[in-house]
Structure formats: structure tokens, C-alpha cells
């Protein structure tokens, strides 16, 4: 082993045997520095659960046209005429001969939170059967899907775990009209479970919306028969629209919100951090203050100013570690999993699961890291150049 390195070894197993001298010091550090990374990875897996639901549920397979320069479902309304060119389309899947074609209406209901009944968006989505049958992983896990021409709504389990009144069997009043809840269904988790569906024509009529719809999905025999459909629309001026697959529509959807949270996360997170850097600083100052004259017995038996310097900056690191894990650990036992929803881009409620990945949690071990490292930087500075004459004189 380098000499080098077994100095830096020795100089750091004597600042470790010096913690407990100073109990409450150190583990102030530690829960401090702890507190910080649990909320920066509490904000990280909110915007991480946030992005995968949205995303989840996207599939390169199946396009969304909308109306031109749409941003979303709801700006957006296509005509009769359009969905029936839309079905003439080249590129499109067939299934007994139809094309899997589902015209789409997105409209928004009133609902209540379990939590606190405070009263929320809710996104109610008339559609037809091929509708269905373009979502992948669609699950009935309770009672039966909804009638044509009825007042029925299927649930998403998000939707009924985060909003009261929608148990299969309830009566829903939306506006002038009564709803039935027949069926419940599961969709992976995804963007999907937030939403009541039902059957298109009795949304178009009870919402007064004619022939109209907002959407209209396909799906494509391939996914490079994207561009012969585009070059179809972009031919026929009677079609104002923009067409996207769906994975790359919800992507965008994501981005919002989901930016949203991190800027509210990370100026919070390294603002604590500025509080956690001053009690590293002085941890290990009071560190390298006790023990001044056993590092400059060290240097005057031989040891270099390289060994004192990096040998102290070990010890902020290990507590900064130690800082992280714990924040780490309580981020898991606190947020990993938890269920909430927030205001989506079509401004309706988005149910979705923290999720506090590895890769998150490596971020949270990093930062705390570097919050070590810039708290130990000057006290292994001073370390490192605490005089030789200091082994000799009396305290």
C-alpha cells in the first residue's frame, strides 16, 4: 500500500475515533443533512411518478389527431366530416375489416376529494369500443363496461381511490343528468385511471356537443405508417390537424408539471443544504480544533499536509453519507408508493404514485456528498496547515 494512502488512512481513523467525543455535534450534521435529501427525493419521486403515469400509458403504435396547433384534448374540436376521412386514411389498422378508429369526447366534471372533500376537476371521456380496445393493459376488475346510449360511467381505480362517490352502484349527478357507475377498470397505473368513461353519443348529447368530438385515435398498421398518414392529412385542406402518437403526446403533457415540481424542489433542497453546509463546516472545524495537536505530531513524525488535508475531509464525507442513507431510508418509508393526484395540463385532476427509484435515490446519496465535500473543504485546508511547532507546545 502507498505510504500516501496509509497516512490518509491513519489520519482519518483519528478524526472517526474523535465523533463520539462530540455526540450531539455530529449527529445534528447528520439529521440535518438527512432532512434535506428526504425532501429533495421526496420532490423527485413525486415528478418521477408524475412523468411515468402520464407516459405509461402512451404507445408509439396509436396516434392522437387533434385540431391544428392544439396543445390539448380540451382546446381542441373536430367535425363529423373529419373523423369521416379520418377513417380513410392509409396506414390504419383493421380489425373484421373496420379500421380501429375511436372519435373521441374529453369534457370536465365536478368531483371531491376523499381526503379533505374539497371540490376538484374531474375528466369525463365519451367514447366507443374501439376506444377500449386501443388502451393497452385495460383491465375490468369490477362489474361490466358501459352500455351504448346509457348514462353509464367505468371508473379507473386511481380516480376511485382519490375521489369519493364513485363505488360501483352510486348515482353521479353531473349538471342535469344522473350517472350509473357499472364497472371499475385498472389500466397499469397509468394516465388512464384517472378518467370516467362512457359511451360517446350520451356525452355528446347530455353535454349539448352535437356531432363534434375532440379526438380522434388510431392505430397504425406500423409505426412508420405515421408519415403516409401525415402526407394524407397535409393533402386534403378540408383536414386542419395535427397528428402525434400518443407516447409522444403524453410525453409533452408530462414536461409541464412535471418541470413544475423540480423547480419547486431543487431551490428548496440546496436552500436547505445552505443550513445543513454551515453545520458540516462547524462539525468538523470543532473536529479539526481537537485535534490540532495530534495532527501536528503526525506531521512532525513524518506525515504530509496531504495526508491531513484529505484524511479530515473523510470524516465530512462519512457523515454526509451517513446524513444521505438515512434521508434515504425515511424518503422509502415516508413517500415511496404514497397515492395523490394535481392539476393536470387539460386542467384536471392527474392521479398518480410517488416513485422513488434507484437512480433517484443514488441522486440523493450524490447530494449529499457534495454537501459533505464543500463542508469539509476549508476545515481540511486548515488541517492541513496546522504548524509542526503545535505537537511541542503546552495547552
Known amino acids: 500500500m502507498p505510504v500516501l494512502l496509509k497516512q490518509i488512512l491513519s489520519v482519518s481513523w483519528i478524526g472517526l475515533r474523535s465523533i463520539p467525543q462530540r455526540p450531539w455535534l455530529s449527529l445534528a450534521t447528520i439529521f440535518t443533512i438527512a432532512t434535506v435529501v428526504t425532501v429533495l427525493l421526496a420532490f423527485l419521486a413525486m415528478s418521477e411518478g408524475f412523468r411515468q403515469t402520464l407516459t405509461g400509458g402512451g404507445s408509439e403504435s396509436v396516434v392522437l389527431v387533434m385540431r391544428g396547433n392544439a396543445e390539448a384534448e380540451l382546446n381542441s374540436v373536430l367535425i363529423r366530416d373529419q373523423v369521416a376521412l379520418l377513417n380513410s386514411a392509409p396506414g390504419i389498422a383493421k380489425k373484421?375489416?373496420?379500421?380501429?378508429?375511436?372519435?373521441?369526447?374529453?369534457?370536465?366534471?365536478?368531483?371531491?376529494?376523499?381526503?379533505?372533500?374539497?371540490?376538484?376537476?374531474?375528466?369525463?371521456?365519451?367514447?366507443?369500443?374501439?376506444?377500449?380496445a386501443l388502451r393497452e393493459?385495460?383491465?375490468l376488475t369490477q362489474g361490466r363496461m358501459f352500455a351504448p346510449g346509457r348514462n353509464e360511467l367505468v371508473?379507473?381505480?386511481?380516480?376511485?381511490?382519490?375521489?369519493?362517490?364513485?363505488?360501483?352502484?352510486?348515482?353521479?349527478?353531473?349538471?342535469?343528468?344522473?350517472?350509473?357507475?357499472?364497472?371499475?377498470?385498472s389500466a397499469a397505473g397509468s394516465v388512464f385511471e384517472s378518467e370516467l368513461w362512457s359511451d360517446l353519443a350520451g356525452v355528446q348529447s347530455q353535454f349539448n356537443?352535437?356531432?363534434?368530438?375532440?379526438?380522434?385515435?388510431?392505430?397504425?398498421?406500423?409505426?412508420?405508417?405515421?408519415?403516409?398518414?401525415?402526407?394524407?392529412?397535409?393533402?386534403?385542406?378540408?383536414?386542419n390537424v395535427d397528428v402525434v402518437t400518443e407516447k409522444a403526446y403524453f410525453a409533452k403533457q408530462a414536461e409541464g408539471t412535471?418541470?413544475?415540481?423540480?423547480?419547486?424542489?431543487?431551490?428548496?433542497?440546496?436552500?436547505?443544504?445552505?443550513?445543513?453546509?454551515?453545520?458540516?463546516?462547524n462539525t468538523i472545524y470543532t473536529s479539526v480544533a481537537t485535534r490540532s495537536r495530534?495532527?501536528?505530531?503526525?506531521?512532525?513524525?513524518?506525515?504530509s499536509s496531504t495526508s491531513a488535508f484529505f484524511g479530515t475531509l473523510?470524516?465530512?464525507?462519512?457523515?454526509?453519507?451517513?446524513?444521505?442513507l438515512l434521508g434515504s431510508i425515511l424518503a422509502l418509508l415516508f413517500f415511496d408508493?404514497?397515492?395523490?393526484?394535481?392539476?393536470?395540463?387539460?386542467?384536471?385532476?392527474?392521479?398518480?404514485?410517488?416513485?422513488?427509484?434507484?437512480?433517484?435515490?443514488?441522486?440523493?446519496?450524490?447530494?449529499?456528498?457534495?454537501?459533505?465535500?464543500?463542508?469539509?473543504?476549508?476545515?481540511?485546508?486548515?488541517?492541513?496547515?496546522?504548524?509542526?511547532?503545535s505537537a511541542f507546545s503546552d495547552r
Open 96 to 132: 373484421d375489416g373496420a379500421p380501429l378508429v375511436s372519435p373521441e369526447l374529453y369534457v370536465v366534471v365536478d368531483g371531491k376529494k376523499r381526503s379533505n372533500e374539497a371540490k376538484v376537476n374531474l375528466p369525463l371521456r365519451g367514447m366507443n369500443s374501439e376506444g377500449i
Open 314 to 324: 473523510t470524516e465530512s464525507l462519512l457523515l454526509s453519507l451517513l446524513g444521505g
Open 137 to 139: 393493459n385495460v383491465t
Open 155 to 185: 371508473v379507473g381505480e386511481s380516480l376511485l381511490r382519490e375521489f369519493q362517490g364513485f363505488d360501483l352502484g352510486n348515482i353521479v349527478r353531473f349538471g342535469a343528468s344522473d350517472w350509473k357507475v357499472v364497472g371499475i377498470f
Open 337 to 389: 408508493g404514497i397515492s395523490t393526484s394535481t392539476l393536470g395540463s387539460s386542467f384536471t385532476q392527474v392521479v398518480f404514485r410517488f416513485d422513488l427509484s434507484a437512480r433517484l435515490l443514488l441522486n440523493g446519496a450524490v447530494f449529499a456528498l457534495v454537501i459533505g465535500f464543500l463542508g469539509g473543504l476549508t476545515p481540511a485546508f486548515r488541517a492541513a496547515r496546522i504548524p509542526v511547532a
Open 258 to 281: 412535471s418541470d413544475i415540481i423540480l423547480m419547486l424542489g431543487w431551490p428548496l433542497a440546496i436552500a436547505m443544504a445552505l443550513g445543513a453546509l454551515a453545520g458540516a463546516l
Open 209 to 239: 356537443r352535437g356531432s363534434t368530438v375532440q379526438s380522434v385515435r388510431m392505430r397504425l398498421t406500423e409505426p412508420s405508417a405515421i408519415e403516409d398518414l401525415r402526407a394524407y392529412i397535409a393533402n386534403d385542406p378540408r383536414l
Open 294 to 303: 495530534e495532527i501536528a505530531t503526525l506531521r512532525a513524525i513524518g506525515f
